[in-house]
């Protein structure tokens, strides 16, 4: 199925759906040339359970079993650093090994975005405000970054999506000027929200993000 890509995108979950359930990505010990060559991954990772920390996985350095996948940006380069982003709300990933190459395979819950810094759609605007909410959340943990890590691997990658959605159409329903200048994503996310209730994902209660990262949340504690 990877012979003639780099990387490859599993269809959306569901219609208009902001990102994919699966990510492939191929590395090769002698890069094809004709098409993006990953030769390297940058994503939290850890067993499951453990603390998730930033790691560069590479042909040279192979991964074997499966391995938990934490809440942040997926970055895949290839040979002359070029770079192709995702952003994930929890993930497994796990490879494939065969002579001098390796597909990993990215699946989740959650959708996986596509992130194109200069299209800034909505899947970048969503990674943009997911990511604000973990800066201010790790803050308050005052420089415990291992606590920080070891929540990120409590947290399951629906419920963490739901939580994220929750946390920013909550911010935007309270701020009109951010409704005003942001109205196109703002409908996006509506519409986000419609989709999801539609298909009975979206519960009558659920926490934020921001309170599911806190410190003391009761649902960790």
């Given amino acids: 199925m990877m012979e003639h890509w780099g990387y490859h995108l599993e269809p959306d979950r569901y219609p208009y759906a902001p990102g994919h359930h699966t990510l492939l990505i191929a590395m090769r010990e002698i890069p094809t040339e004709m098409h993006f060559d990953p030769e390297a991954i940058q994503l939290r990772m850890g067993e499951s359970g453990d603390s998730l920390n930033w790691s560069t996985i590479r042909l040279k350095y192979p991964l074997y079993g499966r391995r938990q996948v934490g809440l942040g940006r997926i970055i895949v380069s290839d040979r002359v650093d070029k770079r192709i982003e995702f952003f994930t709300y929890g993930a497994t990933i796990e490879a494939i090994h065969d002579h001098n190459e390796a597909v990993y395979a990215l699946r989740s819950p959650a959708p996986l975005l596509a992130i194109n810094a200069e299209l800034q759609d909505f899947s970048a605007e969503l990674a943009f405000e997911t990511e604000v909410i973990v800066a201010e959340a790790l803050a308050k943990w005052h420089g415990n970054e291992p606590g920080f890590a070891r929540r ?8 963490c999506y739901l939580a994220a959605i ?36 979206w519960p009558g209660e659920m926490a934020r993000l921001d309170d599911l990262l806190a410190p003391e949340h009761p649902a960790f504690a």
């Fill in 152 to 159: 990120l691997s409590q947290l399951e990658p629906a419920r």
């Fill in 166 to 201: 929750h946390s920013i159409l909550g911010r935007y329903q309270r701020n009109r000027r951010l409704r005003d200048g942001f109205h196109l994503f703002y409908a996006a996310l509506c519409k986000e929200v419609e989709q999801l209730a539609a298909l009975g994902y």
